[in-house]
């Protein structure tokens, strides 16, 4: 029996990070192994691993999409996949972790992994090897990718309670609260007894539009040089997208400056050599100052100006869209959002609409409308399939479908993913057709989203949704295509196909 301990996280923090937890620690208790998982998610580090249990562990395996300081191993064989490959095949990863650590150990040969993989295909099938595949596709997308989730993990947090003290602010004191004078800040507290109201909506637009979302940009491009470079890449990406705010760059160029702060602070770190005595300074002195330095003059000299010019024409096209032309936008933002249900092609998606929310010139909130929209309706589709058409899912199907319902309703699209991999053939293009008519209709009514998350959870706070209605029945009707796509294309389970199923659990 092996001890493991294991690390899992997301960009989000909030679905694949537990569920990949979930994975491991059910493909550990399959496998007779003990383990213990560290959850890495939105609410800080839970389970924290101690430097007991690290020193006893036979391997440590990392299960995420974003950067994790790796400091605390040093002395163990590491594992690292993604979050993806946990939840599909935890047995898999758990087999192929401990084919490492032995072979790194000199107890086996180097064939151990490639036997692994071999007796894991042979006792899966056919459903598993496309399973794998998939995860090996995810595995292999690091890099770049990686590193822009890291810095859009950290950015949401910020976002999120901006855009809803925003949105708090006009309900209270209305939108003409965006053009109040808040140069003087005491101007909030003295003007109180004068019109309180007033003096509390705007102290709020100052606390989400002034602060908040004035973080946004500099915490993506300060966490996204951290991903490439640790800590030495934090101040000068941050410094950079400050000055991509300031040139009117926004979020592309926040991506920007944190990607020239990254990859330039680590190539520095490894060309430039000190003397052991000065080694010290690298850190502290040398990297930041000239990293912020010439990140500093090409965000000045070189990106900022066509950047903005880029972001300023994105802005403007996507601002003349109306009737058909935004349905068509619509549509394709909601096929991305289901298509990996929280994989690249939907963060892609998410990211997208999120940059344009929030550029803090001239903010969009049609496309972020159609985003949240069709990110909800795949697990609202299948929990109302599950309890609709129960003859056509699997008892643990059935069961799963009760929790849809809250994921789908808090904007957790990866909800949909148990259902996708036991039958992805039909579920994904079912969940797709779904999805893509809820975007459509978002968007062609004319929806627009104050706030980047929160599902169902924050559209009835004022100001928050715009056209609610017309955005609820955009979520009610993509649910019921969603429903019908999954009647029409999944066939019934036989009597013969629910005892196997109860077998093989």
């Known amino acids: 029996m092996a001890r493991i301990v294991a690390i899992t996280s997301c960009p989000t923090g909030i679905a694949h990070t537990f569920m ?26 839970q389970n924290t691993l101690t430097p007991e249990e690290i020193a006893a562990a036979d391997v440590v395996i990392i299960a995420a999409d974003t950067k994790v300081d790796l400091s605390r191993f040093s002395a163990k064989t590491v594992y690292e996949t993604s979050t993806s490959a946990a939840i599909k095949d935890g047995q898999t990863v758990i087999r192929e972790a401990l084919a490492r ?4 150990a000199g107890q086996v040969g180097a064939s151990a992994s490639g036997a692994s993989k071999a007796e894991s295909g042979e006792s899966s099938g056919y459903l598993a090897r496309v399973q794998q595949a998939k995860a090996a596709q995810a595995q292999a997308r690091r890099g770049p990718y990686k590193h822009l989730l890291t ?35 005491t101007t909030l507290t003295t003007g109180f007894s004068a019109n309180p109201l007033q003096s509390v909506g705007a102290a709020l637009f100052v606390i989400g539009a002034k602060a ?130 929280g994989g690249p092609v939907n963060k892609a998606a998410y990211a997208f609409s999120t940059g344009l929310l929030l550029d803090a010139h001239n903010p969009v909130y049609l496309p972020m409308a159609a985003a949240m929209a069709a990110g909800m309706t795949p697990p609202l589709g299948l929990a109302l399939a599950t309890l609709l058409f129960k003859n056509r899912f699997t008892p643990d ?20 993913i148990p259902f996708a991999a036991n039958d992805p053939f039909r579920v994904i293009p079912s969940i797709m057709v779904g999805s893509a008519v809820t975007g459509a209709l978002s968007a062609f009514f004319g929806c627009q989203l104050h706030v980047p998350h929160g599902g169902i959870w924050v559209m009835f706070l004022p100001g928050v949704v715009g056209n609610l209605p017309q955005y609820l029945l955009s979520i009610v009707v993509g649910t019921l295509v969603t429903t019908g796509m999954l009647f029409v294309l999944k066939r019934p389970i036989t009597v013969e196909q629910e005892r196997l199923e109860a077998a093989l659990a």
Do not use: C
């Open 20 to 45: 990949a937890a979930e994975g491991l620690q059910r493909g550990a208790e399959a496998l007779g192994h003990t383990i213990k998982v560290e959850t890495q998610g939105s609410v800080g580090a």
């Open 101 to 104: 650590a032995e072979a790194a």
């Open 151 to 185: 810095g859009v993990s950290y950015m949401i947090p910020f976002v999120v309670a901006g855009g809803i003290l925003i949105a708090l602010a006009f309900a209270i004191a209305g939108y003409r609260i965006a053009f109040y004078d808040t140069s003087n800040l």
């Open 212 to 341: 908040g979302f004035l973080l946004f940009v500099p915490i993506l491009s300060g966490f996204i040089a951290y991903s490439i470079a640790d800590r030495p890449g934090i101040a000068p990406g941050m410094i950079g997208g400050v000055l991509a705010s300031l040139t009117g760059s926004g979020f592309l160029g926040g991506i920007i400056a944190g990607f020239l702060a990254g990859y330039l602070v680590y190539w520095m770190n490894r060309s430039i050599r000190l003397p052991s005595n000065l080694a010290g300074l690298m850190p502290v002195l040398i990297l930041p100052l000239f990293g912020s330095l010439i990140v500093g003059l090409l965000m000045l000299y070189v990106v900022g100006t066509p950047v903005a010019l880029l972001n300023q024409a994105l802005v403007n096209g996507l601002k003349d869209l109306q009737g058909a032309n935004a349905a068509v936008l619509g549509l394709i933002i909601g096929l991305m959002m289901a298509f990996d249900m």
């Open 397 to 416: 199907e059935r069961e799963a479908g009760k929790a849809a319902w809250v994921l789908g309703l808090s904007f957790i699209t990866e909800g949909a």
